[in-house]
């Protein structure tokens, strides 16, 4: 069937420093990818997709590749800022199969300035 | 963009009692919408999918006796908890997917409401 697996948190950093979240999935068919983001107190918002293999996902200084090879998805940002610090979740869906998003557990990203 | 809203935010009810969550699409039609449980620090986990005009799908293990889902209308699902009890407490958050749109363009993306948190005492 088909998972997700990501890096377990919290993650801690200050400000301006590198982030990277690991997250590697298992599936079946050919996936779309996504990472979501759940600030305090807020719904899940995605915040970057990719939909075939090698394909890159970006959004707000974000950014995440799609590699089949390795069947990763990690998550990376050059420089986090204290207003990024929230709940990140890996996910994945199989559209043609109709199914649902199956998401990852989740890695809690605190940003101190 | 698609918004999603929930109702309520958050409830306590007693033990036995049946709760109703209502899981609205604002400004699309959603044909699909599914229905999800966060557990403190956990993933989300789907419970079931809803598909407006027909019965819902639901994930092995879930109690579809115990989760009444209705999808009346391509901008409405509901969530009831029948006789609730403490273990049912828990983060329902519900997403519609919208047929077009998104953040890639007609790629069935998924909008998720801000959840219920749910307490049974």
């Known amino acids: 069937g088909n998972s997700v697996t990501q890096m377990e948190g919290p993650v801690t950093l200050s400000e301006e420093a590198f982030l990277t979240i690991n997250c590697t999935y298992t599936?079946?068919?050919?996936?779309?990818l996504f990472w979501y983001v759940q600030y305090p107190g807020e719904g899940l918002q995605l915040l970057l997709k990719?939909?075939?293999?090698?394909d890159k996902g970006s959004n707000k200084g974000f950014e995440a590749t799609y590699r089949k090879e390795t069947t990763s998805f990690h998550l990376e940002k050059g420089s986090v800022q204290v207003s990024d610090s929230a709940v990140y979740f890996c996910?994945?869906?199989?559209?043609?199969?109709?199914?649902?998003?199956?998401f990852g557990k989740g890695t809690t990203l605190s940003v101190s300035s | 963009g698609a918004v999603v809203s929930q109702h309520p935010s958050w409830v306590i009810c007693k033990s036995g009692t049946s709760v109703k969550i209502e899981c609205r699409s604002l400004?699309?039609?959603?044909?699909?919408m599914f229905w999800y449980r966060q557990f403190p620090k956990q993933s989300l986990m789907l419970m079931a999918t809803?598909?407006?005009?027909?019965?819902?799908?639901?994930e092995q293990g879930v109690e579809k006796d115990k989760f009444l889902i209705n999808h009346a209308s391509l901008t409405l699902s509901t969530l009831t908890v029948t006789s609730a009890h403490p273990e049912d407490s828990s983060f329902y958050i519900c997403?519609?997917?919208?047929?077009?749109?998104?953040?890639?363009?007609?790629?069935?993306?998924?909008?998720f409401g801000p959840g219920t948190r749910l307490t049974v005492l």
């Open positions: 400004d699309f039609q959603a044909t699909t």
């Open positions: 990719a939909t075939k293999a090698d």
């Open positions: 599936a079946t068919g050919y996936p779309s």
């Open positions: 997403s519609a997917r919208s047929p077009g749109g998104g953040l890639a363009g007609g790629d069935n993306e998924q909008f």
């Open positions: 996910a994945l869906s199989d559209w043609s199969a109709g199914t649902a998003l199956i």
């Open positions: 809803s598909n407006e005009g027909s019965k819902a799908t639901y």
